[in-house]
């Protein structure tokens, strides 16, 4: 098994909100207790558009990883793409699909106040 399929698989997607054409996901990381981004996927029935939100408590653009030798890396932030797109991605049908990334200013959705 490749390292990145192992720190792959400390991330979790977990269903919060699901209905006919948009489902929403929180983002989970092993490290820690609470989510650390959400995930909303909308189906208009030709293609997906995701929109990622990452929150500030999860350092997203550390290296996930380091092998010696290797010169080249990715970011937590790259590797959860390869998660949302074999866990979200491919069981709706793979396809066309549109994906947003956000960084929020606030640790929680509760705390944003519409701000991203």
């Known amino acids: 098994m ?5 720190v792959a698989q400390e991330f979790a997607l977990k269903r919060y909100i699901r209905a006919h054409s948009a489902e929403k996901y929180l983002v989970y990381h092993s490290t820690q207790k609470r989510p650390c981004g959400q995930l909303i996927v909308v ?3 030709y293609d997906l558009f995701l929109s990622l939100i990452l929150y ?6 550390e290296p996930a990883y380091h092998l010696e030798g290797d010169p080249e890396g ?3 932030s790259e590797l959860l793409v390869d ?8 069981p709706w049908g793979g396809g ?3 994906l947003e990334v956000f960084r929020s200013a606030s640790a929680e959705p509760e705390d944003w106040n519409g701000e991203m």
Do not use: Q
């Open 56 to 61: 500030p408590t999860f350092s997203w653009d």
């Open 2 to 6: 490749a390292v990145e399929d192992v």
């Open 83 to 90: 998660v949302v797109a074999a866990e979200v991605i491919e």
């Open 74 to 76: 990715r970011a937590f």
């Open 43 to 45: 189906d208009d029935g």
């Open 96 to 98: 066309k699909w549109h």
